[in-house]
């Protein structure tokens, strides 16, 4: 189980922009690297959904109620995962999950999880 430390999370009008960042401070650079990433969230009432993924590759995959709104992305020197979101809606509201995979070619990213951040949007 690793150690990924979420930030990044608070309260959006509809139709702005938050940045969600999960760091890895225990991970070296070679295994941050090696591994796939991805964003959930789970909103109340409602079962973890997976809505970025992306591969030690390079390759995204994004759910389909954001795609073209969020962007996952790494910074390695700073051993960070990113979800840049952009024209933010209430349905969007929940908390948001970090999780990473040792097998850098998954697309459901789930062996270790960060502790979530929430983010609420308002309309």
């Known amino acids: 189980q690793d150690y990924l430390v979420e930030s990044g999370g608070g309260l959006a009008q509809a139709g702005g922009s938050l940045r969600l960042s999960c760091k890895g401070p225990?991970?070296?650079?070679?295994?941050?690297?090696?591994?796939?990433w991805g964003w959930y969230r789970q909103a109340p009432g409602k079962e973890r959904e997976l809505v970025a993924a992306?591969?030690?590759?390079?390759?995204?995959d994004y759910a389909t109620s954001v795609k073209g709104r969020f962007t996952i992305s790494r910074d390695s020197a700073r051993k960070t995962v990113y979800l840049q979101l952009n024209s933010l809606k209430p349905d969007d509201t929940g908390v948001y999950y970090c999780?990473?995979?040792?097998?850098?070619?998954?697309?459901?990213?789930?062996?270790?999880w960060g502790q979530g951040t929430q983010v609420t949007v308002s309309s």
């Open positions: 225990r991970m070296i650079t070679s295994v941050f690297n090696s591994r796939a």
């Open positions: 999780a990473t995979d040792r097998d850098g070619t998954s697309v459901i990213p789930n062996d270790s």
């Open positions: 992306l591969t030690k590759g390079g390759n995204t």
